[in-house]
């Protein structure tokens, strides 16, 4: 360390007559302490005030250039360093190195900005607001036949690719192209790993997207797919994994996603088609995730369902009752509940008998799972009453609704079984269902939703409990009490932030329920029609003529 004293005084000399032998010397000396301790010959670079002296020597036409760069780099390694090192405004300079034709300078220079800036937002945010991503980009084009730079841009591109900032200007660049040209260049997995590093965080961004897409991408990942496939080794379990997933990643964006499907032509989506038959778990996943992707317009769900796909993710399923793959089950379930969304489909994938596949995952114990059978149930019976009465009279799917209904932990799963139960009501409009949700202990779930914060869901609720109180309300006045639903109305007519809608399905359900007398009694004991001549007055005419018979239904049986 003794020499390093004496080289870190000489330097501080030598910057300032500028007699490159010496200062080579020089450098080279703290270049050999740092790779024998650097912690402690950084310590000593920042005790002796040297960092400063590195703006002045970071002058693009010396031969010490690259020393200082390399330097810089090394130094920033160490937390402690980072700041001292922008507090002595290396920045600026650096980034003006980036301009060289040096290959070694790059090399160097691009580290010493990396490491400044290591896991700091603040900085990265600052560099691109510096104009550092074209630059970089440019640099990939001009280099890519070294490695090490190749490597450091890379690696740069990565850290920089997390910052949602920097997204427009790698967007303004034709950094798809050559990521593309890039990765078709590699033979390594190490390497293929980097760009793939790179790549899944730009992929998130809709237009890089559709660049990725245009520069072929698409026809890089499926290379990939198709030769790990088979492979055991885990490199290739990574790399299969990693290129079908950022392959659904792709499809996301609706550009990208339409330009692939091609009508239900494209050899692209062929080919995933054929991932889904596959033994291979991963490609099963990729495979109903990617359909799950393409369903999300009704023009693609009608040409799929059309050309036999639901049978594909049937027997995708059925495969999957006994083995329990449960990222397998979600992603098969959410390509379905897409695929029933439009009206022409729901009786088509019903014929196909997608409700007895699906109900076999009733006994699930997985809340994803559960979500989206609920969801890919509800969508089917949509407008389909025959499917509803079916299903609202298995007395094993009410049962388990009910339960889910009471899953707290699970707000997604608890809201789509409300939303079921009150569906098979609403839907079928049958007494026998009624009964059975009565029995089963659903209606206190149903005046609990009418108080969600989702206007839907309470719309929801109200329809169905009105068809309750109006199908049988003998049966159902016991629960209505218990479940203080007159109590409920009356809030919900109070409240001036209930919707229109809201306001007069609690009305008509008001006039469904006087028909009972223990309910009848807490109506009047309640003053309804204080609040329902109120609403005479209301902006919307539906409901001031509904406020209108409800007062006068409410004075003639006070």
Not at 1 to 12: F, I, P, Q, T
Not at 224 to 229: D, E, I, L, N, P
Not at 498 to 514: D, F
Not at 548 to 554: A, K, N, P, V, Y
């Amino acid at each position: 360390m003794e020499n390093l004293s004496e080289a870190l005084e000489k330097l501080k000399l030598a910057s300032t007559d500028s007699t490159t032998d010496s200062m080579e010397s020089c450098l080279d000396c703290l270049l050999k302490a740092l790779a024998s301790n650097n912690t402690e010959a950084s310590m000593k670079v920042q005790e002796m005030g040297i960092l400063p002296m590195f703006p002045n020597l970071l002058n693009p036409q010396s031969s010490c250039t690259p020393k200082v760069a390399n330097i810089i780099a090394e130094v920033a390694k160490n937390e402690f360093m980072r700041s001292p090192c922008v507090d002595a405004g290396l920045i600026p300079p650096l980034i003006q190195l980036l301009s060289s034709t040096d290959q070694e300078v790059l090399l160097q220079t691009g580290r010493a900005l990396g490491n400044i800036c290591y896991d700091s937002h603040s900085l990265q945010a600052q560099l691109i607001n510096m104009g550092v991503i074209p630059t970089l980009v440019k640099l990939l084009g001009i280099h890519s036949h070294n490695t090490a730079l190749t490597e450091m841009c890379l690696i740069a591109f990565g850290n920089l690719a997390e910052l949602e900032s920097s997204k427009e200007q790698f967007a303004s660049t034709n950094i798809a192209e050559e990521l593309v040209r890039l990765f078709q260049k590699q033979t390594e997995h190490e390497k293929k790993e980097m760009i793939f590093e790179v790549l899944a965080p730009l992929a998130e961004n809709d237009v890089i997207k559709l660049q990725l897409v245009e520069a072929g991408l698409v026809e890089c990942l499926l290379e990939v797919v198709a030769q790990t496939v088979d492979g055991e080794r885990e490199e290739d379990i990574a790399q299969l994994k990693t290129a079908s997933d950022l392959m659904v990643l792709l499809l996301l964006g609706d550009e990208s996603m339409q330009k692939l499907f091609e009508g239900g032509k494209g050899s692209v989506f062929q080919r995933v088609l054929s991932w889904i038959p596959s033994h291979n778990h991963q490609l099963q996943l990729a495979g109903a995730l990617a359909i799950a992707n393409f369903a999300r317009n009704d023009g693609n769900c009608i040409h799929m369902v059309d050309t036999g796909i639901v049978q594909k993710l049937l027997e995708l399923l059925d495969r999957h009752v006994e083995e329990g793959n449960v990222t397998v089950q979600h992603a098969a379930l959410s390509a379905l509940r897409n695929l029933a969304i439009p009206v022409v489909n729901k009786s088509k994938m019903l014929s196909a008998g997608v409700a007895d596949v699906v109900l076999k995952f009733l006994q699930s114990e997985m809340p994803p799972v559960q979500f989206k059978l609920l969801g890919t149930l509800r969508m089917l019976i949509d407008t389909q009453a025959e499917a509803a009465d079916q299903l609202g009279t298995n007395g094993k799917l009410v049962e388990r609704l009910v339960e889910w209904c009471q899953a707290k932990d699970h707000a997604g799963v608890m809201g789509e079984s409300n939303r079921l139960l009150s569906a098979l009501i609403r839907h079928s409009k049958s007494k026998a269902i009624v009964r059975t949700v009565i029995q089963g202990g659903g209606v206190k779930h149903l005046v609990t939703m009418a108080t969600s914060e989702h206007m839907i869901m309470q719309n929801e609720a109200l329809v169905a409990l009105g068809l309750i109180a109006a199908l049988d309300l003998v049966a159902a006045e016991k629960d209505f009490v218990g479940a203080s639903l007159v109590s409920v109305l009356h809030r919900l007519l109070s409240d001036e932030r209930s919707a229109p809608e809201i306001k007069y399905n609690s009305m008509i359900l008001i006039c469904a329920v006087m028909g009972s007398e223990p309910l009848h009694k807490e109506v009047q004991s309640l003053a309804f029609i204080d609040v329902v001549s109120k609403l005479r007055a209301h902006e919307n005419k539906t409901v001031s003529h509904q406020a209108s018979l409800t007062e006068q239904r409410l004075t003639a049986q006070s």
